[in-house]
């Protein structure tokens, strides 16, 4: 058996030792290639087994000190050394609400125009501005929140909202107290700015899957292009839209620094939206480095664990309600 | 004529008229804050912009001086951080489209990858404290470094995977008719045809860890001096910016403005050209 190659238009004969030898070193090649392929794939789930771990372990004495009333109890006193995620986990959940509140309806409307209403030469520009905002690091949002946003609030916008609820009945106290300029409705709304991106995104993106027959049929008996989004594109893309808004909120619950700057770090629960507060994000951010004690590190440590289950459930279902909408459009 | 139709008709076209308002008033709304937070820092950030800013150390209260040291120290995280996790997420997202592409494995791969990529990055920074800072006993670059490639390898991880995964099957079949070895024909063939994607998903993840604050403040610190030793705490341009727009110093909040305007144009900049390097390597 003899081998003909060819190397730079001559060709060459090898004898046959040389060519199993040759085999033999690709075969190698290829198993060694393939297991550091896949020793590679299994690093990624190595790194996310060791955040559950390393978190779990660090925040193991202050969860055996405190059990199950970590959770409920709001006390955050580092000279006492009692501990308590309350205050922190409410204000992440309120943060987070009032952004889903307001991202939702504008990012749907957004990815509304831009199927539906935007000439075609803009959409692309367009979608391109609105997903800008995302490659916007945090730290600017927070920068920004502190010195032009807060300030604005402050002077033009808490004051009227302080007088136009004030006899109201229950939304009095949510709007309660002086304007500070920060606090967690500031918080709230640089949140939303910042989840804005996501949700649109993901909603224009479901809403372009649309099959154009079932929009055109829709348009064929005559209705109008609020009828077909209300009653045939959002019914057909619920599935998607919800991963993308849970996506969001997945943000918006992890978002550090642009909250941190803005929200006044107060451990406290307090009625009113206008008052300082604080979130886990935040609490880490402002007092790890300068915590003293083992139980405090832990305490903070235990913070972030929680932080990091909230996350990942909800970036779980997000990710299986848009596993789901592929796979029906694929 | 039905009677009261034309009024059901008005009434439907009213409405639907209000909705286009809003839509494209939405639309004006998100435009809006881009518009406002890109003039804010061009206005406060533009004036401090000078050559001194890249020339000088970081100067103490009062005094003049520039970002020489964050901004070197934040080059050096990055490169570290990227020199880490791009072959790691390139090695896993290989694995993914080309062997394992419908295998177990890959299914929870992909998952967790997914969940790591939006994951908060404190928790990222807490993690490598507890794995690098709390064992070694002190703050050190070296941890912020492996901190920011955490936050690298699940993007690159899924850049690698959808280029890969476009690459059409007649490439390999074609390879694999002449004989090639499977490893071969990934990294001649597979790598070459989707290497726009790769670098695409590079400089994307670069984008993501230039501003990146939260993960650094317990891993590489802050140092006021011209230090650039990794195992010790190191300067950041984002940790600064946050040290300094927090100080009562007018002059630190200045450069702190000036910085934000710095990483801000970075990041768009490489958002921009990893859109057009997508773009066009889809066109070809």
């Known amino acids: ?330 | 004529m039905v009677p009261g139709s034309t009024k059901l008709y008005a009434a439907r076209r009213r409405r639907n008229t209000i909705s286009m308002a809003l839509s494209l008033a939405a639309t004006a709304f998100g435009l809006g804050w881009l518009v406002l937070i890109l003039g804010v820092l061009l206005y406060e950030g533009f004036g401090g912009l000078s050559l001194k800013v890249f020339t000088e150390m970081t100067p103490p209260p009062g005094a003049d001086g520039g970002l020489l040291n964050p901004i070197l120290g934040s080059l050096m995280l990055t490169a570290l951080a990227v020199a880490i996790g791009t072959p790691l997420g390139m090695l896993a997202g290989t694995y993914m489209a080309e062997y394992g592409r419908h295998d177990r494995l890959s299914t929870v791969v992909r998952f967790i990858n997914d969940i790591l990529l939006s994951a908060p990055s404190i928790v990222i920074g807490l993690f490598v404290y507890e794995i690098m800072v709390a064992p070694m006993g002190h703050f050190s670059g070296w941890a912020g470094a492996v901190a920011l490639a955490v936050i690298v390898v699940p993007v690159v991880v899924r850049t690698t995977e959808d280029m890969l995964r476009l690459v059409p099957d007649t490439l390999r079949e074609a390879a694999a008719s002449i004989g090639v070895p499977r490893s071969l024909m990934i990294t001649r063939i597979g790598y070459r045809a989707a290497k726009a994607g790769i670098i695409t998903g590079v400089l994307l993840a670069i984008a993501r860890i230039s501003g990146e604050t939260a993960p650094l403040l317990f891993t590489s610190l802050n140092n006021q001096f011209d230090s650039f030793n990794l195992n010790a705490p190191i300067a950041s341009l984002p940790v600064v910016i946050f040290q300094f727009a927090l100080s009562p110093y007018a002059d630190w909040q200045k450069l702190a403005w000036t910085g934000a305007l710095i990483i801000t144009f970075t990041v768009l900049a490489l958002s921009i050209v990893a859109r057009a390097l997508a773009a066009s390597g889809k066109q070809s």
């Open chain 1, 1 to 330: 058996m003899v081998d003909v190659a060819l190397y730079g238009g001559r060709a060459v004969t090898t004898d046959v030792p040389s060519r199993s030898r040759t085999l033999g070193r690709l075969r190698l090649n290829d198993i060694i290639f393939r297991n550091i392929t896949r020793g590679a794939a299994l690093a990624v789930l190595v790194i996310l087994g060791g955040v559950m771990i390393a978190l779990a372990a660090g925040a193991w004495p202050a969860l055996q000190a405190f059990g199950l009333n970590f959770l409920i109890e709001e006390r955050w006193n580092p000279v006492t050394e009692r501990f308590g995620a309350l205050a922190p986990i409410y204000g992440t959940v309120v943060t987070s609400l009032i952004a889903m509140l307001i991202a939702v309806p504008v990012g749907l409307m957004i990815a509304m125009f831009l199927t539906e209403l935007c000439p075609m030469k803009l959409r692309r520009p367009i979608g391109i501005a609105i997903e800008l905002l995302a490659g916007i690091p945090s730290i600017i949002y927070g920068i920004w929140g502190l010195f032009v946003f807060a300030p604005f609030l402050q002077q033009h916008v808490q004051p009227a909202l302080i007088a136009a609820f004030e006899n109201v009945p229950a939304l009095s106290s949510l709007f309660a107290g002086p304007p500070y300029g920060i606090g967690v409705l500031t918080a709230g709304l640089i949140l939303a700015i910042m989840v804005l991106p996501f949700i649109t995104s993901i909603s224009r993106d479901v809403f372009d899957a649309v099959p154009p027959m079932l929009k055109e049929s829709a348009y064929g008996l005559g209705c109008t292009t609020w009828e077909v989004v209300r009653h045939v594109v959002l019914p057909y893309a619920r599935v998607g839209v919800i991963g993308g808004v849970m996506l969001g909120l997945g943000r918006a619950l992890g978002e550090t620094m642009a909250v941190t700057f803005v929200i006044g770090n107060a451990h406290r629960i307090s009625a009113s939206l206008l008052a300082p507060g604080t979130t886990i994000s935040a609490t880490i951010a402002n007092e790890f480095t300068e915590a003293v004690g083992d139980l405090y590190t832990s305490s903070l440590i235990a913070l972030g664990l929680i932080l990091f289950v909230i996350t990942f459930i909800v970036l779980a279902l997000a990710r299986y309600m848009l596993l789901r909408i592929e796979r029906r459009i694929g």
